[in-house]
């Protein structure tokens, strides 16, 4: 992987997994990166999940050529990276463990191994002499667990990033562009909440001369590193990468999803950038992405048993668990007998940062009539000039 050959990738990809994490489709799979630096001494870095165990123990002994590994570095224990610990701690019953405090209080719950003797226990700034490697580490609580630390290797200058810079798909170098997309969708619905921790970390990496990134999940990166960390900046900060509007709605009988793919068409045609999601019939993590990625969001939805048809309700919910903010959003409500769907959209968003909702939001009276039509246009117009 790397020039002098000593770090090798020895991750599995998991192409037949439905929902990572049990919610989210990755219909080009996902990765459970982990490498090996071989050297005077050998440290293996992170595992993989139980569905991968087999393969990845089978690039570890390829990797080790008849060696044994001394080190095991567990950037993070989220059972993703952690599912085929207990085989290798079985496998190589002389490797040490090397993890944080955090690390050493969830690592029982996930082997029937004794480690007691086995741990090696590092904090911020410890560094791990393997001969002529090194490795840095750094904590990272939260992003996205709170026993999550990078390292740093200083004679390749090589960052193990645990899952920041991670994407969904496989590990294939696509370049920046291409990365960008899914590891957006990645970032928000993974680690989205924890933007004030990621903002830390990169604060700590400022000082770091970067040459490549190993995350834990996609694409070894290894040029355009400041255009990568700029990405991670962007979006820990909540701020928005383009200039759009991402139309989500979800209907009942098609007249709410008629008002919003209305109000998306008058949208466009002003020259701004759109994107519609159906929140019913669509993952709707995509949907999350794309609130990230612009910097306006129409709402639509219809009123149902007194309350928030229950898509757009979860919809809200997911933004709130991602700390959705500083954006421009616009209400299309609907409702045959007293309509809800509004005001509780609103109350939703009223708890969320620097939300500004436009004023007046478009009432459905059931179907689109002309005049709604009309209300449609002007919402649109209004939104396009933000
Ligand atoms: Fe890839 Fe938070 O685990």
């Known amino acids: 992987m790397t020039k002098s050959n000593s770090i090798r990738y020895i991750g599995a990809y998991d192409k037949s997994i439905d929902l990572f994490e049990g919610l989210y489709t990755v219909p080009e799979g996902i990765t459970y990166n982990s490498y090996v630096i071989l050297d005077d001494k ?7 999940d139980i569905r991968a165990a087999e393969d990845w123990l089978d690039n570890l ?6 060696r044994k590994p001394d080190y095991l570095v567990i950037s993070h224990m989220e059972p993703d990276h952690t599912g085929s610990l207990n085989d290798a701690l079985k496998r190589y019953p002389d490797m040490k463990i090397v993890g944080n405090a955090k690390t050493f209080t969830m690592l029982p719950r996930y082997t029937e191994c004794d480690i007691s003797e086995r741990k090696v226990v590092v904090k911020e700034g410890d ?17 996205h667990w709170p026993e999550v630390m990078v390292s740093y290797e200083s004679s390749e200058k090589i960052l193990f990033s645990a899952d920041a810079f991670g994407r969904f798909g496989n590990a294939e170098d696509t370049g920046l562009e291409a990365w960008s997309d899914d590891a957006l969708r990645y970032y ?4 989205g909440k924890y933007g004030a921790q990621v903002q830390a970390l990169l604060k700590k990496l400022g000082g770091l001369d970067i040459d490549t990134i190993c995350p834990l999940h996609g694409p070894v990166l290894e040029s355009d590193i400041k255009a990568y960390i700029g990405k991670y900046n962007t979006w820990s900060a909540y701020k928005p990468e383009e200039k759009g509007v991402a139309v989500c709605y979800c209907s009942i009988h098609g007249n709410t999803k008629k008002a919003a793919l209305l109000c998306a068409d008058e949208i466009l045609k002003t020259g701004t950038a759109v994107k519609t999601h159906d929140l019913a019939r669509e993952d709707m993590s995509f949907a999350v992405a ?16 007194a309350a928030l048809f229950p898509p757009m309700a979860e919809f809200l919910s997911r933004l709130k668990s991602k700390n959705f903010q500083s954006r421009t959003v616009g209400i299309i409500e609907n409702g045959s007998w007293a309509s809800m769907s509004g005001k509780l959209m609103r109350e939703a968003l009223s708890g969320m940062k ?15 009539k002309p005049e709604t039509a ?4 002007e919402l649109a117009l209004e939104i396009s000039r933000v």
Do not use: C
Not at 188 to 191: D, G, P, Q, R, S
């Open 42 to 48: 050998i440290a293996v870095m992170d595992s993989a």
């Open 61 to 66: 002994e390829n990797a080790l050529g008849g």
């Open 127 to 143: 560094t791990l002499s393997l001969g002529s490697h090194t490795l840095t580490f750094y904590m990272a609580p939260m992003v």
């Open 188 to 191: 928000v619905n993974i680690v």
């Open 290 to 305: 794309d609130t990230f990625r612009y910097d306006r969001v129409v709402l639509a939805a219809p009123t149902y048993d």
């Open 354 to 368: 620097n939300v500004t909702v436009l004023e007046p939001a478009v009432t459905v009276p059931s179907t689109v």
């Open 374 to 377: 009309k209300e449609l246009s």
